[in-house]
């Protein structure tokens, strides 16, 4: 990295102490865009490094709630409103203790870059709170979805910020907080919130679209590379929205999913994961993915995340959480034999565990290209509410594949055109920071 570079990221870690998440994202950019930096002096001269790194807007509030014994219970909530160059703040609510402030604003900041790819018009954006849903009744997380939306409403709206589903929130939860800001706000207003019920103002495909949205472009990677999903064995972290749909739509392209997990630990089945099974597990029963075995004899249990990746296998689409493999889960994964690892989930590598996958040629899609059709899906959602109206699964599957293959094409012809062909970090990081960097210089100092 440049010394104007290391200077911009220096101060970014001074003035956001304790942060350890936000720094590592800002670091893997800003390493992409040396040559940006090299080429051209305009993005230096107007400061854009110094404001993209910086959010428009933090808000923190208190979520008091009651639970099911009449307890008063209190959690933080936070939205970060990153960047609106582009568009609408745009981006998911997570729910989980693991939540704090630098979460958040790794998780905006990689949305800034993730949602310029897509093409639509949408900024950056992410919020949530450090409120465990595991184990709540659904009358407790409709009482804390009430009271998160009772402050977040007043920052929100279809022209302003349009937040969506992450970890921990789903179908249920945008349910009650859709429902909590029409009550507050008496206005049907569909396009504040993505990821709606099909019967009240969701779009098909929208549930479905990460996954899909990643198999499709790994499938691009692959095709770029004479290979293929058919006939692969393919290890998924998680098992919850990403994993599940990758799931289905690898299977589908002929692949074999053999290993699935939760924070618990991971289910490991030779014979070809059975998806109903895990559906009605995690979608109906919310229950903890070692259910699985007991229904099928062909499969082991696991304790212990992580053992997911001594598994051998030919594809890893980590789609789980953040930093879940680690420098000596690549070199397991390399030993093994792995040909291509997709990231479902954001910011799932370490950057040493990247390092060894460039230095060992394997494949690799990075999150914020390889998970972007959940959100370009959710802009397909507020096109459909602009105009009143609901697409079929048909065309909106169309259109998401479409994007996928314009992230990969672009995010590589840029890598290319840097003289990085191949990396498709350097692509993906340098051609999301062209789209928003252009048009912030348009907008003057903001
Ligand atoms: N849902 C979406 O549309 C999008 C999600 N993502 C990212 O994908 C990842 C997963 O999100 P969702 O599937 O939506 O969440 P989810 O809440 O539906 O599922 C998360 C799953 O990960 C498991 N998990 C959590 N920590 C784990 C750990 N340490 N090891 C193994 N499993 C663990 C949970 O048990 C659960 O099965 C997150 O990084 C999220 O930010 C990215 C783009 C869009
Ligand atoms: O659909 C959305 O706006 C949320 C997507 C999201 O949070 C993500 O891409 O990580």
Redesign the pocket.
């Known amino acids: 990295m440049n010394s104007y570079l290391e200077k911009v990221l220096t101060e970014v870690k001074q003035r956001n102490q304790c942060q350890p998440e936000f720094h590592q994202s800002v670091e893997e950019v800003l390493e992409s865009l040396e040559p940006v930096f090299e080429r051209d002096s305009i993005y230096k001269e107007a400061g854009i490094l110094e404001r993209i790194v910086e959010p428009e807007r933090q808000i923190i509030f208190r979520v008091p709630w009651v639970d099911d014994n009449g307890k008063t219970q209190v959690n933080r909530g936070f939205r970060v409103e990153f960047n609106s160059a582009l568009g609408p703040y745009k981006g ?1 609510l ?1 729910l989980h203790p693991s939540v704090y402030i630098g979460i958040i604003k790794f ?1 905006g900041f990689e949305q800034i870059f993730k949602n310029a790819l897509t093409g639509r018009s949408i900024g950056g954006g992410k919020g949530g709170s450090d409120f465990d849903p595991k184990g709540k009744s659904d009358m407790e997380v409709m009482r804390f979805c009430q009271s998160f939306m009772t402050e977040l409403y007043r920052h929100i709206g279809d022209k302003t910020d349009v937040p ?5 929130v ?1 179908a249920r939860e945008i349910g009650y907080l859709f429902g909590q800001y029409k009550r507050i706000t008496n206005s049907f207003a569909a396009g504040v919130l993505t990821g709606k019920g099909l019967n009240w103002g969701g779009s098909l495909v929208r549930t479905e ?2 996954g899909y949205g990643l198999v499709y472009i790994v499938e691009e990677m692959l095709k770029d590379n004479g290979n293929s999903f058919e006939g692969k064995d393919v290890v998924i ?7 599940i749909y990758a799931t289905e739509k690898a299977q589908e392209m002929g692949a074999k999913v053999i290993a699935l ?3 618990n630990g991971y289910i490991y089945d030779p014979a070809g994961i059975n998806l109903e099974t895990v559906k009605c597990i ?1 979608e109906v029963g919310r229950k903890r ?1 070692k259910e699985y075995v007991t229904e099928h004899s062909s499969a082991e249990y696991h304790e212990g ?1 992580k053992g997911i990746w001594t598994i051998k296998c030919d594809i890893a689409l980590p ?4 930093n ?1 493999i680690d420098e000596d889960s690549a070199k397991t994964l390399v030993k093994n034999g792995v040909i291509a690892v997709g990231e ?3 910011m ?1 590598s370490t950057p040493e565990a990247i390092e060894v996958y460039q230095k060992n040629n394997v494949l690799f899609v990075p ?1 914020k290209a390889a ?1 972007a059709g ?2 370009a899906t959710s802009a397909l959602e507020m096109t459909q509410n602009g105009m009143w109206d609901s697409w079929s699964f048909e065309k909106v599957e169309a259109k998401l594949k479409n994007i996928m293959v314009d992230i990969y094409n672009t995010s590589s012809e840029v890598a290319k055109d840097y003289g990085l062909e191949g990396n498709l970090v350097a692509g993906a990081n340098i051609a999301g920071f062209l789209k928003v960097a252009n048009a912030m210089l348009d907008q003057g100092i903001v």
Do not use: C, F, H, M
């Open positions: 998911g997570r998780l969506a589903g992450d970890i921990g789903g679209a990460t972290s998680g098992s919850g929205n990403v994993a997990s939760d924070s995690k993915i995340s789609s789980a959480t953040q879940e479902g989930a954001n799932p999150a998970n959940g959100v």
